[in-house]
């Protein structure tokens, strides 16, 4: 295993850590307006992401997007974990299942959107169908030049901003159900948010619930006639690479509360000394450095394997193991750094505190901890212990 930064992905590194740094003086104005970020810091986000480069790693260069390796992506989501609020989120970018697009679709659709012109959101939660996303009960029927498309999408990322969203509704074919993903242009006479709740975190965007009882023409298929029924497919691929993200971020943001609890303890006296001379300070903050490193090498290593080429089975239980670990300790590791702030760091304006917050969502959206757990138990029954246990990627080619 070999770590070691090409000069391209140091450079890249470098850049996004300046771009991490511009967001960070921002946060505590984002979090004391609910989230609403004002038009011209939008800007100046989405200004600074294109400068350094940031925008669609996960998409072709001839789309406009960074064509980026996985652990090109690693290193950039661990900067962009490093800043609270969700304020990289600004930055836009299109999800990975639009490169699956027809070419008029491409045109229309993922060209717009990393341009900054459009912006998507993603709809396949719904009440009954979380964990499970089998159980959609979201309805495509054939009507004449296209789909009836009835249904209702819970957490919709962005869908309060969204132009379009990117929906997934079964298709009725006789007795089969075939889940398909639609892009849904909006607005659209029958499609409107009944519900948008407020959530723990305070994020630019919200997570809006959605009714659908509209019409879309036959081109609304994601990919074109032939991937009826491919939808989980798609879906698949957002996940694996979404997980390895959040891993990522979780590295980032583990680094950032050490950084600032370290700056915080070896300053801040009491009894007449730097509190980071009591071990009961410093021996979490401990921990969290060994927690941050782990998560760091774990994600690091599974995006190695996602570039080598690894089996895709290994691939998806390593990113679960990504995602678990680097999502869990993440969490116990911002505690650990309220801890040692005091009261401090039950204020928001303290980055511990949001960061108490915002990092439990990680451990509940892009399949819960429960979820990546059976994901890496059924590895270890199916690929076996040392397939899934594997760090040299030969052994999981
Ligand atoms: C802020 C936010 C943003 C989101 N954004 C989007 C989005 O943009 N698009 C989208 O489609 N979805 C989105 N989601 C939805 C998210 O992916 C789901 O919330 C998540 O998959 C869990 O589903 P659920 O909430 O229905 O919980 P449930 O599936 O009902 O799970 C409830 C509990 O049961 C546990 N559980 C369920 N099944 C099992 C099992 N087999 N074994 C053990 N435990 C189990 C779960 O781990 C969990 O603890 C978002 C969610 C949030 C909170």
Redesign the pocket.
């Known amino acids: 295993m070999d770590f070691s930064l090409t000069p391209e992905q140091h450079d890249l590194r470098l850049r996004a850590r300046a771009f991490a740094d511009a967001l960070l003086p921002y946060e505590v104005a984002a979090e004391e307006s609910g989230g609403k970020v004002a038009p011209e810091v939008k800007a100046e986000v989405r200004r600074l992401a294109q400068e350094a480069r940031l925008i669609g790693g996960n998409h072709a260069v001839e789309h406009g997007g960074q064509g980026w390796k996985m652990m090109e992506h690693v290193i950039v989501h661990e900067e962009l974990g490093r800043i609270t609020n969700g304020l990289w989120w600004l930055m836009g970018g299109g999800y990975n299942v639009l490169a699956l697009g027809t070419p008029e679709q491409i045109e229309s659709y993922l060209l717009p959107t990393l341009a900054g012109e459009r912006a998507d959101?993603?709809?396949?939660?719904e009440r009954n169908a979380?964990?499970?996303a089998s159980g959609i009960e979201a309805t495509a029927e054939r009507v004449p030049g296209g789909f009836h498309i009835t249904g209702e999408k819970w957490?919709?990322?962005s869908g309060d901003h969204a132009d379009y969203l990117i929906v997934m509704a079964n298709v009725i074919d006789g007795s089969n159900r075939l889940p398909t993903l639609f892009l849904v242009d909006l607005p659209l006479a029958g499609v409107e948010i009944i519900d948008d709740p407020t959530?723990t975190h305070v994020f630019p965007d919200g997570?809006p619930t959605y009714r659908f009882d509209c019409v879309v023409p036959e081109s609304a298929v994601l990919g074109g006639p032939d991937q009826i029924g491919q939808g989980d497919a798609g879906q698949h691929a957002w996940f694996v690479e979404e997980r390895i993200h959040i891993a990522a971020r979780c590295v980032g943001a583990m680094q950032r509360l050490l950084d600032e609890a370290v700056g915080w303890a070896t300053t801040r006296e009491q009894f007449g000394q730097p509190i980071m001379d009591f071990q009961g300070v410093s021996f979490p903050l401990a921990d969290s450095a060994a927690d941050c490193v782990a998560a760091r090498l774990l994600t690091y290593q599974c995006a190695q394997m996602f570039d080598d080429g690894a089996a895709p089975k290994l691939i998806h239980a390593r990113a679960a193991m990504a995602k678990l670990f680097a999502s869990e300790r993440a969490y116990v590791c911002a505690d650990r750094a309220v801890q040692v702030w005091g009261g401090r760091g039950y204020m928001r304006r303290n980055a511990a505190e949001r960061f108490l917050r915002e990092l439990r969502?990680d451990r509940?959206?892009?399949?819960?901890?429960?979820?990546q757990r059976?994901i890496v138990g059924n590895a270890l029954v199916k690929r076996g212990v040392s397939a899934t246990l594997a760090v040299d990627t030969r052994e999981t080619v």
Request: no cysteine; net charge negative.
């Open positions: 959101a993603y709809a396949v939660t979380g964990s499970d957490f919709v990322t959530f997570h969502v509940i959206w892009e399949g819960t901890t429960e979820i059976l």
